[in-house]
């Protein structure tokens, strides 16, 4: 590791503190504007996070009753909603249970909504800190779902909002391979709001996770008002699902899709509130986690208003999520086809998911692998390799091993040029120090810089050797680091004394929290921080012994990155720190074994044949024009001091 790579490591750190700084200033300037907006608009509300201890002690039931209307309320809402509307407005809902291999879905006929879905593959940490409670993809008391629309009564419009009625539900209709609840609103004599769910049977990973919703008009036509769409709203409240609130809520926010777009956009992570309206048509929404419930449109939504509002982090909740859309109306529109997703964000799963014809829904970049290469890397290498060893290999310590043995390999050519560099650099040491001693002044540091750039040209050595190879193997890092903490197959995995890969290992909890450190040691990040120390001294004797002026850099070398990875690490996938240890381990093992088989005096012999040879031949054109850029410099300084 040469002077070039600590520099830019060193602003690497530079730029993350800083956009942290950033970032907090940002949100708490727009805290401030969103407050003075709701204040001026009243009508509009965030959506009510539940407080924690009410939903814990709330009973799970199976009928919702609802008061008994007095006389005069009933005759008035008779004579608004009519009689259909009216009885469905004071009926007492019921639930529907339908399950299959993965998951129990919980309807409601008050409102026709999904009330609650459970995941019956995954669990979630209890309030006493164990993995043993079934995933709640949301709050069931938070669950809205709500379609809006207006209906004529004589001369006026009247609203109707699903969400305030009781449907009326059909006997579950059971196929081999799905199950089918309908649930109506009746509006007038032959006229009804009908809702249409599928709970898919069958063996197929997209499938068992995604419930089919139609929505018709039947016989609505003559009753429904002259308006252009009908309006959508969505809401839910997500559970902490992880050991860590912190981490988990970075990857919890509101994602969203525009049609024809090659990727998709999300709200950002925020401890606090945010919201967007978007403008365009909607594709999809989800409300994100590690653990995504999604409404998708097939005809998509016209425009999109989404937010959602972050809870405290020791209410055993995440996020408040809410969605408004609109989807268009005529007098000929007779049906609706939607669907919703809910399951883990799992990539062999996500990415099956097409629309009606045939083409992907990008659903699978729910999964934040990163941009560009890095995303890349993450799905055309990582994924498919963890993937195909898990079919042989039931330990996945076993396949982090391996995948971090065949990264190694795939980067051991870089590797070994990166030290053959280095040793370059070794070797013409002497030289470097007589042009040092040649040119000790600042005035004559152009003219030393030009003899060095020659020197180096001489020697066939690329300045950059050390570090390119490096900026090369950045991205499979960065993939690692969001691959991780994200894969979905790496929670409740065990190895060793951590008990779940996919969260940090705890052996000491400390009562006390240290900033930017956390209140527990992690001992995998700890073992991983003293690889990187290891590596980061080697790394330095060699630099210093090339290059004298590394020497002053002996602390950030050495000592500050591992002190940084420490910090950052703590509390991140024990799985991450693993995968970083071992790759730690076996770069120092292949730098042991390359200094044994490098004989440096081999490398000088070749370096002067190299240089003997080029200094028969003429100089480049791009040679002499940067030589005489360089002339004319140095002639200029030189005016300068007189």
């Not at 002077?3 to 907090?24: A, D, E, P, R």
């Not at 259909?84 to 919980?106: G, S």
């Amino acid at each position: 590791m040469d002077k070039k790579s600590i520099i830019g490591i060193v602003l690497i750190g530079i730029l993350f503190f800083g956009f942290t700084i950033y970032s907090s200033r940002q949100q708490q300037k727009y805290q401030e504007e969103l407050a003075a907006y709701q204040a001026a608009h009243p009508e509009l509300t965030q959506p009510v996070v539940p407080d924690s201890s009410a939903v814990a002690a709330a009973p799970v039931v199976e009928s919702l009753g609802a008061a008994t209307p007095d006389s005069t309320r009933l005759a008035r809402e008779v004579a608004v909603l009519g009689d259909f509307l009216a009885a469905a407005k004071n009926a007492a809902p019921q639930e529907i249970v339908v399950e299959n291999d993965v998951m129990k879905v919980r309807f409601s006929t008050g409102g026709g909504i999904v009330r609650s879905v459970t995941l019956k593959d995954y669990t979630r940490y209890g309030r006493q800190g164990e993995r043993n409670e079934p995933i709640e993809m949301f709050v069931p008391e938070s669950a809205k779902f709500d379609l809006s629309f207006f209906i004529k009564n004589g001369l006026n419009n009247v609203k109707v909002n699903t969400s305030e009625y009781t449907f009326t539900a059909d006997p579950v209709i059971r196929t081999d391979t799905a199950q089918i609840v309908r649930m109506r609103l009746p509006v007038a004599e032959g006229a009804a709001l009908e809702y249409r769910y599928v709970v898919y049977d069958e063996a197929t990973p997209s499938r068992d996770y995604l419930v089919d919703y139609t929505v018709r008009l039947v016989g609505m036509a003559p009753y429904m008002a002259n308006q252009s769409s009908i309006g959508i709203a969505w809401s839910n409240t997500s559970y902490q699902n992880e050991r860590g609130f912190k981490n988990e809520n970075m990857y919890t926010t509101v994602a969203y899709r525009v049609p024809g777009e090659g990727s998709i956009d999300d709200l950002s992570m925020s401890e606090g509130a945010k919201e967007e309206k978007i403008s365009s048509s909607v594709e999809w929404i989800a409300f994100k986690q590690q653990f995504s419930s999604v409404l998708l449109a097939r005809d998509d939504f016209l425009y999109a208003d989404v937010a959602y509002d972050t809870a405290s982090p020791d209410s055993g909740l995440i996020k408040a999520f809410s969605a408004t859309m609109a989807v268009p109306y005529t007098a000929q529109t007779e049906q609706y086809d939607f669907s919703f997703y809910f399951g883990p964000n799992k990539y062999a799963v996500l990415k099956k998911i097409d629309d009606a014809q045939g083409q992907s829904l990008l659903l699978d970049r729910l999964i934040p692998m990163g941009w560009g290469i890095i995303g890349w890397v993450s799905r055309w290498l990582v994924i498919p390799v963890f993937d195909f060893l898990r079919q042989y290999i039931p330990s996945f310590g076993w396949i982090i091993l391996i995948l971090a043995i065949l990264i190694k390999i795939i980067v051991s050519p870089l590797t070994y040029k990166s030290y053959i560099s280095q040793a370059k650099m070794r070797i013409i040491k002497p030289e470097i120090d007589a042009l040092n001693a040649k040119y000790p002044k600042q005035d004559d540091a152009m003219k030393k810089q030009q003899e060095m750039m020659a020197l180096y040209k001489k020697a066939g050595i690329n300045p950059l050797g050390g570090c390119i190879p490096m900026l090369i193997q950045l991205p499979i890092l960065i993939a690692m680091f969001r691959f991780f903490p994200s894969s979905i197959e790496l929670r409740g995995q065990s190895l060793w004394w951590a008990h779940d890969l996919s969260s940090y290992d705890s052996i000491l909890n400390l009562p006390f929290s240290i900033p930017f450190y956390g209140d527990h040691v992690s001992l995998f990040a700890l073992l991983m921080a003293l690889s990187t120390f290891g590596f980061s001294y080697m790394s330095y004797q060699q630099t210093a012994s090339a290059q004298p002026q590394m020497a002053g850099m002996k602390f950030m070398m050495v000592y500050m990155m591992p002190i940084m990875m420490l910090l950052w690490f703590n509390s991140y996938s024990s799985g991450l720190c693993y995968y970083y240890l071992l790759s730690n381990l076996f770069t120092i093992g292949q730098t042991l074994v390359i200094r044994r088989i490098v004989d440096d005096e081999k490398i000088h012999a070749v370096m002067q044949a190299n240089a003997a040879r080029k200094s028969k031949g003429k100089k480049s054109k791009f040679q002499q024009r940067y030589e005489e850029l360089m002339r004319q410099q140095e002639a200029q300084q030189r005016a300068k001091r007189k």
